[in-house]
């Protein structure tokens, strides 16, 4: 088993992920980051060996670095072998050295970029980032590198290609991420424009069978397949199973998938089928239904709008003791331990949050967090807060802001159906944003660099 096989497209997102996770500011859309890393062509490449090159020359030149042949010849081998496991065909060979030669060009330039402007990556970070891709995979460190090794993949190489990842993630957020703003305007003419396009949330899922016309087909071939219709229709009528029908009689592409469309919003259902499923209920069986290219039935398989989403907040304060040159942990458990003691003999929490909590923001408000959504605080202080009744005050605890006492006011369920809808359209045009301001922010750098092909001499 190879290591590519081992780790299939999937680890390509388990480090971007890590990444990510590494970056000091992620700009975030409804708290959660999108971001596309450039990922580092030729990470998952097996027994590739550069050494083994006979003869080495300079391809390209990028500033003050250069691109060698051996190092193209393993990326190139690399990109065939993904593109191969998807099933995409390989173009020309010296369309193919092109492409990824200017692919490593970009990331030269990035990292160039990224190291003259002072990001660095500490071997802390890396190291937890290669701890929590080989976590991610379900192994051990020890295991992760044993396979990287057994494919003829260099452990010290992969540390290096992951550190470039985390030096290029940064340098994006830094000079493109961070700067991509969304307004409110933008969100509402966004949703305007899809209940105007008819992309409500209405979602049909969607089974089909198509009894072919041959194209110019004689009037006796379009008889023949009006009859198999009727009788496919009759069958189902009578309780056939729609998925054997359609495999049986379907001439779709989906035959095979039991003529099963997938879900579809209102506005991504045929036009030819729009008129007769809006008025079907679910379980139910079109009438035949005639096109150009043949005779059509549908099933209404199921049908969904956006739920409505009702979460738990939770309406409470705390006090923050952080530990310090002065203060150890043990004393802020201690002040926290007597502080609760106060709170419990009547002393008011406002008052002592105000006085004595290092979370300055709350403490102005009595320690008062507002009402909170389920993720919006970190797990630790979380399920404390949620392990308490209202009017309820913690025993200490400790998260990585340091040591606190919570207490819970309040609880309501809060539908957060349209804050999520707001927040998935502010995430579609950030992504769309973001595709653009990468796309322009590459290109200047690449015409502002001095690159020098050397691919044909």
Known sequence: MTFRQYFPARISHL????????????????GKPALALVLIA??????????????????????????????????????????????????????????VLDRLILTKLQIQMAQNTGIRVDDETLNRTISNIAAGNEMSLNEFREILEGDGYGYETFRKDIRDEILISRLQQRQVDNRIIVTD????????????????DIEFHIAHILVAIPEGGSTRQVTQARETADQVLSELQAGAEF??????????????????????????VPTLFADFISDMEIGGLSDIIKSPSGYHIIKLLDKRSSEQVVVTQT?????????????TADDALRRLQQLRIRIEGGDDFAELAKAHSADTMSAAEGGDLGWTNPGDLVPEFESAMNSLEPG??????????????????????????????????????????LDEARTDWLRQMRDEAYVEYRLDS
């Open 243 to 268: 998925s054997s029908m359609a495999a049986t009689y379907s001439d779709g592409q989906q035959a095979l998938d039991g003529g099963d469309l997938g879900w579809r919003k209102a506005g991504q």
């Open 315 to 327: 309406k409470a304060r705390h006090i923050l003791i952080r530990p310090d040159e002065l203060t």
């Open 185 to 200: 305007r933008e969100i509402d003419n966004f949703l305007s424009n899809q209940e105007h396009q008819g992309e409500t």
């Open 42 to 99: 030729g990470v998952f490449l097996p027994g590739a060996n550069p050494g083994a090159q006979d003869l080495d020359r300079i391809v390209a030149i990028i500033n003050d670095d250069v691109i060698m042949r051996s190092e193209l010849a393993v990326k190139i081998q690399s990109v065939s072998a993904q593109m191969q496991e998807q099933n995409i065909p390989l173009p020309p060979q010296s369309i193919l050295e092109r492409q």
């Open 15 to 30: 480090v971007s992920r890590s990444c990510l996770s590494a970056c000091a500011s992620v700009a975030a859309a409804a």
């Open 392 to 433: 309820v005050t913690s025993l200490p605890f400790r998260t990585q802001f340091g040591f606190h006492i919570v207490q819970v006011l309040d609880r309501r369920e809060h539908d957060s159906t349209e804050d999520i809808k707001r927040a998935r359209a502010r995430e579609v045009i950030r992504r769309r944003k």
